[in-house]
């Protein structure tokens, strides 16, 4: 608890960057909440009376696009995934997927053909932790960077490596030391708009 009055600690610029696709996901969420009603309101206006002002969508919420609301269905594109993780999409629409139990990085191609990219050397983790979150460098088409985040006995820890279509390079721990424990090691790496990797 503060003082009244005390400041808060100023927060880092990079804990308050938000990429833009979780911006879209909240607009979302928030658009159909609107749409949901207010505890507070009895109903919908009756016929041929105007919304009240606080029945009214705000103007950034009219802005979203239909589409981001309609339903839709997923169809099933791999089957027999061992616990998978992490995702990170590849150049020619392929996707790696990253297996929490058996350490090993899968390739799905669009078609939904399976195939065993290789295992992550180093991964020691039971529970919820293992292989967990996977990211490709913003600048893959260049420097074919994958970083990978896992379980290495107590901590956690993230690394980067080459991917090309001849196999997974040597490993390089770039952060070592995150606590681990028998669950919620969760894992998940993002690449922000500016570069900076989020983890």
């Known amino acids: 608890?503060?003082?009244?009055?005390?400041?808060?600690?100023?927060?880092?610029?990079?804990?308050?960057?938000v990429p833009p696709l979780s911006v879209g996901v909240l607009a979302a969420v928030l658009a159909a909440g609107a749409c949901s009603g207010s505890p507070h309101q009895s109903g919908p206006s009756p016929v041929g009376t105007p919304p009240s002002p606080s029945q009214r969508p705000s103007a950034a919420l009219t802005r979203i696009p239909a589409q981001v609301?309609?339903?839709?269905?997923?169809?099933?594109?791999?089957?027999?995934?061992?616990?998978?993780?992490?995702?990170a999409f590849l150049?020619?629409?392929s996707a790696l997927v990253s297996e929490r139990d058996t350490h090993l990085l899968k390739r799905v191609t669009p078609a939904g053909q399976v195939s065993v990219v290789g295992p992550v050397d180093g991964?020691?983790?039971?529970?919820?932790?293992?292989?967990?979150?996977?990211?490709?460098?913003?600048?893959?088409?260049?420097?074919?960077?994958?970083?990978?985040?896992?379980?290495h006995g107590g901590s956690n820890r993230v690394v980067r490596m080459t991917y090309d279509r001849s196999g997974l390079?040597?490993?390089?721990?770039?952060?070592?030391?995150?606590?681990?424990?028998?669950?919620?090691d969760g894992g998940r790496l993002a690449f922000g708009p500016d570069g900076d990797l989020f983890v």
Request: glycine residues 16%.
């Open 1 to 17: 608890m503060t003082r009244r009055g005390a400041r808060h600690p100023r927060m880092s610029r990079a804990a308050l960057r």
């Open 69 to 87: 609301l309609e339903p839709r269905f997923a169809d099933t594109l791999a089957r027999h995934l061992s616990v998978p993780w992490g995702l």
């Open 91 to 93: 150049p020619d629409g």
């Open 123 to 151: 991964v020691d983790g039971g529970g919820e932790g293992g292989l967990l979150g996977i990211a490709l460098s913003p600048t893959y088409g260049s420097d074919h960077l994958l970083y990978a985040y896992y379980t």
């Open 169 to 184: 390079g040597p490993q390089q721990t770039i952060l070592d030391g995150i606590p681990s424990g028998a669950i919620h």
